[in-house]
């Protein structure tokens, strides 16, 4: 089964620009595997931000974008706030099989 | 709003077996895919297993396969998840999922303890 790897842990400053991203262990991420970003916060279940690459939600603040960068995929956030701490996860589609990146713990500092 | 609420969960020895069940209402169950997702304490999300809308197709992680099946009863609005010869590593809290319209929505979460 694919791997996903995600960075463990990623620091923004307020005000602050920073790129997650989301790699495949079969290869290059594409558009075919739907990627999603979530967001989760301690004690609460995950919320959906970016489905199927870039498209968002009617709640996703507009700081936030997804895109496809260099093979995998990718989610910036320009702008960073405070409420912006959590972790986050992709989620790409294979033929039948799901699977979530490790997450990434991002800090607003 | 879409309600999804999980139930089963509990402290089961190795080897044991559990079902977990999640209630569903306030959409046409019947319509959609359903996921069962987990996250071991103080860990990340891991994809567990998924069905479609009539329960005639199904998908698993490796690490389940063979011990774990997922079913639902599209008249009584409740998707399953049988799990068997579990292990220490299958604790977590357990999740059930939906996707309607790209949008994903979850359950509040079972956990599963396996202990001896």
């Known amino acids: 089964q694919a791997v996903v790897t995600q960075e463990p842990s990623l620091t923004v400053s307020p005000g602050g620009t920073v790129t997650l991203t989301c790699g495949s262990s079969?290869?290059?991420?594409?558009?075919?595997?739907?990627p999603y970003w979530f967001q989760q916060k301690p004690g609460q279940a995950p919320r959906t931000l970016i489905y199927?690459?870039?498209n968002k939600h009617s709640w996703t603040p507009a700081r936030f974008s997804g895109s496809l960068l260099g093979g995998k995929a990718a989610l910036t956030l320009s702008g960073a706030q405070a409420e912006d701490e959590a972790e986050y996860y992709c989620?790409?589609?294979?033929?039948?099989?799901?699977?979530f990146g490790g997450g990434t713990k991002l800090t607003v500092l | 709003e879409v309600q999804l609420v999980e139930s089963g969960g509990g402290l089961v020895q190795p080897g044991g077996s559990l079902r977990l069940s999640c209630a569903a209402s306030?959409?046409?169950?019947?319509?959609?895919?359903m996921h069962w997702v987990r996250q071991a304490p103080g860990k990340g999300l891991v994809w567990v297993s998924r069905?479609?809308?009539?329960?005639?197709?199904?998908n698993y992680a490796d690490s389940v396969k063979g011990r774990f099946t997922i079913s639902r009863d599209n008249a009584k609005n409740t998707l399953y998840l049988q799990m068997n010869s579990l292990r220490a590593e299958d604790t977590a809290v357990y999740y059930c999922?939906?996707?309607?319209?790209?949008?994903?929505?979850w359950g509040q979460g079972t956990l599963v303890t396996v202990s001896s």
């Open positions: 999922a939906t996707s309607i319209s790209r949008l994903f929505y």
């Open positions: 306030r959409f046409t169950f019947s319509s959609y895919w």
């Open positions: 069905i479609n809308s009539d329960g005639s197709s199904t």
């Open positions: 079969t290869g290059a991420v594409t558009s075919g595997h739907y």
């Open positions: 199927d690459t870039s």
């Open positions: 989620f790409l589609s294979y033929s039948g099989a799901r699977v």
